[in-house]
């Protein structure tokens, strides 16, 4: 009986010790199979978060490729873009839309440098821009020419030669409207600024037939001048928003004013009204009939490089 009671004593230990064996086993398994699922779990939302990492990785790559490619391009565009000037007149030009703001607030001042902005209206002619031309290669000045379209257009073939040359040597290219016709741009005295607009618009046009599509201006000169007109304050606004100056003048050779004067005396008058002013805007036209004015040129040149000053365009 012991032996049997020990029997049973041991099988019922035994029997005890195989339900510890079971829980342990299962505890085991359910915490392999929950941990293996948790692992499982955890190393299919880590692929894919790593595939999502990789996707927007891609994406962002691509995107910043692309905006590199774009601004590559717009670089390489802006490198074509020729505004007032081709790329070796450059080299001349000055901030207009400071020359603009200068002449606004008449302050002729320039921190005691001296600069001169020769500038010729109303071309191109055939028969006075190329006497220009050759006068300014002669003595290596460059100069800008408010153009307008009408007188292109008169002109032909030859004034759109003539426009290339300018450009070609480094002047500036500046818009001085199509019609100049103060009737159509301020009627009564007024501006009015669609007409404005599209009589300019008509000039940059042929100015872009004859320089090319990346040819642009931002300088105008208002015929007869900003200064001379009511209402310009809608006009103001427009070049402000786009940028533009418009360019009167503090200096000039009245061969435009008054009756004719002799090669001598717009020379006289161009030192009289550049006289004690740092910054010059000399007004002279270079249309036809303005013979004068190619005579007079050399020494209104000769003048404003004895007294020091530095030639510039306006761009
Ligand atoms: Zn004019």
């Known amino acids: 009986m012991p032996k049997k009671n020990n029997i049973n004593f041991g099988s019922k230990k035994k029997g005890r010790v195989d339900v510890k064996k079971v829980a342990l086993v299962s505890v085991a398994s359910i915490v392999i199979i929950f941990g293996g699922y948790k692992l499982v779990g955890a190393t299919a939302s880590f692929i894919a978060e790593q595939k999502q990492e990789k996707i927007e990785m891609q994406k962002k790559a691509e995107a910043e490729r692309l905006a590199a490619e774009k601004k590559r391009k717009e670089e390489e565009e802006a490198k074509k873009r ?3 000037v081709n790329h070796e007149g450059k080299k001349y030009t000055y901030d207009a839309l400071k020359v603009a703001d200068k002449l606004k607030k008449y302050d002729y001042s320039n921190n005691g440098e001296k600069v001169v902005f020769l500038t010729f209206d109303d071309g191109t002619s055939t028969t ?9 290669d002669e003595y290596g000045v ?14 032909g073939s030859k004034a759109k030669e003539l426009i290339k040359e300018e450009f070609d040597k480094g002047h500036a290219i500046a818009n001085h409207s199509y019609s100049h016709d103060y009737k159509i741009l301020y009627p009564n005295r007024v501006l009015n600024l669609d007409n404005f607009k599209g009589d ?7 100015l872009k037939d004859t320089l090319g599509p990346n040819f642009s201006t931002r300088v ?3 015929p007869g001048g900003h200064m001379s007109w009511k209402g310009m304050e809608p006009l103001d606004q427009y070049l402000n928003e786009n940028k533009m100056a418009s360019i009167d003048w503090n200096a000039l050779s009245g061969d435009a004013e008054g009756g004719r004067k002799t090669p001598a005396q717009l020379v006289e008058y161009a030192k009289k009204t550049a006289q004690g002013k740092e910054m010059v805007v000399v007004l002279m036209h270079d249309t036809y009939g303005k013979e004068a004015t190619a005579k007079a040129l050399p020494q209104i040149i000769e003048y404003f490089k004895s007294n020091g000053y530095e030639f510039k365009t306006l761009s």
Not at 128 to 136: E, F, G, S
């Open 220 to 222: 105008i000169r208002c």
């Open 200 to 206: 300019f618009a008509k000039t940059d046009k042929i």
């Open 82 to 84: 020729m505004v007032g």
């Open 128 to 136: 006075v821009t190329p006497q220009i031309l050759k006068i300014l």
């Open 142 to 155: 460059k100069a800008t020419f408010f153009l307008t379209g009408e007188n292109i257009e008169r002109g």
